[in-house]
């Protein structure tokens, strides 16, 4: 499935050649770019080999473009992009910015769709939230 992922922000274009690009930095080191498999589900990374990424540290993830924050207004420790899929459908997805854990969420009005082994982790915080 085809989709596009956009800036919360400013509305820029994150996929190219068929991966995300975002910025991110984490604490006390400098900023990189992470390229990421657009397939909800999938976590594959690429990122510079001069970068360590130990898991369990947290990244503040960033729009490359407009270098917006994207940070979830759900959870401190969930990232959120705007999708919009093949059909025209928009929707909110949202990730962990805690490396090697594996929680994403897709939110189109009240329908909230998890994926990785870590989802429930949040799913009950995203439960409580009025998604009206």
Avoid: W
Avoid at 28 to 34: K, N, P, Q, R
Avoid at 43 to 57: A, C, N, P
Wanted: proline share 3%.
């Amino acid at each position: 499935m085809k989709m596009d992922y956009i800036c919360p922000a400013c509305g820029g274009h994150l996929l190219i050649n068929d991966k995300l690009i975002l910025s991110a930095k984490h604490e006390g080191e400098t900023g990189m770019l992470i390229l990421m498999n657009p397939e909800i589900g999938n976590y594959q990374t690429t990122h510079h080999q001069s970068h360590m990424i130990e898991e369990g540290s947290k990244f503040d993830f960033f729009c490359p473009i407009c270098h917006h924050k994207l940070s979830s207004q759900l959870n401190e420790n969930l990232v959120m992009v705007h999708v919009t899929d093949q059909n025209d459908k928009h929707f909110e997805l949202h990730f962990s910015r805690i490396a090697g854990q594996k929680s994403t969420y897709t939110i189109m009005g009240k329908s909230v769709e998890t994926f990785g082994i870590d989802a429930p982790h949040y799913l009950d915080f995203i439960n409580l939230v009025d998604l009206s």
